[in-house]
């Protein structure tokens, strides 16, 4: 399929007119063909009449008709070949597997929510019926579902140019719930975001849906996905990008006469903690899986693993060589774009140049715009006194913290802003401490792993992709996973509606054969 640059409005194409963005090419930095027309305020203002549009009707489309809709996505996903997987891999720099692999896990995403919306127990039916005997008061007759939110929008992440971007988790999660959905596609791949928002825009034709539940624009995010957010009809938004981004979006959300929420993920250095037990048995082996780790897709993952905590000592230290070893043969990787690589290594300058900071060990030297990993140790009197310390390094770079003793290392903990994850290397005989650990684990993070790495989320019903801020802006919610869809959900109560009005999960019927909960318990 020839790419054209145009906009998805609802079902039309158009060029922007708003000036011209190209998707680059990742490895050498030359400008890809063809220009992607910027949207304009008319552009917006189509888009989110057209969702506002569509809302009413979305919302209340039938169960196993929004379950289809979402599989016809991922198949048209599919349908597109290998020209999305090449264009993508241009793009962005990731290689070839990576890229196979993600689309995997996008069309996979897009099956679990059909699945999910099928179940339908994210409607979270509850049935209180009337007592018109109770004494001293009758009870009334309470029915309770939740319903959609309205039009979100969401904004396409570099890092995950298809598993977080049009078609992405928050795309897919938004939809499952009934809500049309205006994507502001990210500039570091337009190409890719073309292919992909051409298939969303298909299935909503296939499946004969109105077509204001999908749009998308391309633009600037301090102008576009401003405006996006700032719209009136726009009820809620899906981020994942840069704490400045993120935050700016959150202003704009709360400045609004409504605000609305934002569920933005961050910023997040994922803490690992090495305990002592793990270290003395598997130290060098830990540094080297960790290398693996930390340097998968140029280190660019929001679970990049960018802080290392430990007790000083001879454990710590075969850890380090480990690690040394396994960096020493890393090869340096093309990052997403000029832009991302240029921060890093300024990132990776700050702490090369920072007097309480020593540089432990580096990968190999890369070409232009491949990011070089690095390793860093400080000691935690240090990383407690110099808050900077503790800024995400977008790629693959990491700082060991080393601590005297258990007090210490509970006391950086407790200094670490929240984390998407955080995870524990330990054996048996470290149950103890990790006990003693946990409490301040939950507090800090939404996800707590055991001998892993963050990187690698599973898409599955109990996985929470959050965390308290600055991981995400809204703790509460996850990103990743079923649980992902509450986000674009909020609760109806109907209190002795007649029978005849009852939405259909709530009739006495229950025509739907949804998951309800009568009188407290799922029937
Ligand atoms: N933690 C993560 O998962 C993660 C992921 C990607 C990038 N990053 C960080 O972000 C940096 C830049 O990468 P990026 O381009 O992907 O992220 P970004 O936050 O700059 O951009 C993400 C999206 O938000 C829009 N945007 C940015 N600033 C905005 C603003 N003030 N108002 C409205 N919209 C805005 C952009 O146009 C883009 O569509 C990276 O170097 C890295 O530090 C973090
Ligand atoms: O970059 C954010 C998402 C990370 C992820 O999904 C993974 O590690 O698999």
Known sequence: MALTGDLLIGGATRHGTAGDIHGLDAATGEKLEPAFGAAGPDDLEKACALAAEAFPIFRETDLEARAVFLETIA??????????????????GLPQARVEGERGRTVGQLRLFAATVREGSFLEARIDPAMPDRKPMPRVDLRLRNVAVGPVAVFGASNFPLAFSVAGGDTASALAAGCPVVVKAHSAHPGTSELVGKAVQKAVKDCGLHEGVFSMLFGSGRVIGQGLV???????????????????????????????????????INPVVL?????????????????????????????????????????????????????????????????????????????????????????????????????FSTKAADF????????????????????????????????????????LHMEEGDHDDARKLLPVLEEKAGRILVNGFGTGVEVAPAMVHGGPFPATSDGRSTSVGTLAIARFLRPVSYQDMPDALLPKALQEANPLNVPRRIDGKLG
Do not use: W
């Open 230 to 268: 700032a719209d009136p009809r726009i009820k809620a938004v899906g981020f994942t990008g840069s704490r400045s981004g993120g935050t700016a979006l959150m202003a704009t959300a709360a400045a609004r006469s409504e605000p609305i929420p934002v569920y933005a993920e961050m910023s997040s």
């Open 75 to 92: 198949q048209n996903i599919m349908d597109i070949g290998d020209e999305l997987v090449q264009r993508c891999v241009t793009e962005t």
């Open 384 to 423: 407690l006194a110099n808050p900077e310390l503790q800024e995400e390094v977008f790629g693959s770079t990491s700082l060991i913290v080393r601590c005297a003793d258990e007090a210490e290392l509970q006391k950086v903990l407790g200094s670490v802003e929240g984390q998407l994850t955080i995870a």
């Open 275 to 375: 305990l002592g037990g793990a270290l003395a048995a598997r130290g060098e082996a830990i540094g080297k899986a960790f290398v693996g780790s930390l340097t998968m897709g140029a280190g660019q993952f929001c679970t990049n693993p960018g802080l290392i905590l430990a007790i000083d000592g001879e454990g710590l230290e075969s850890f380090v060589k480990g690690a040394s070893a396994a960096l020493g043969e890393a090869p340096a990787a093309t990052m997403l774009t000029p832009g991302i690589h240029e921060a890093y290594c300024e990132g990776v300058k700050r702490l090369d140049g920072h007097s309480q900071v020593q540089k432990l060990a580096e990968g190999k030297v890369g070409e232009k715009f491949q990011g070089q990993a690095a390793l």
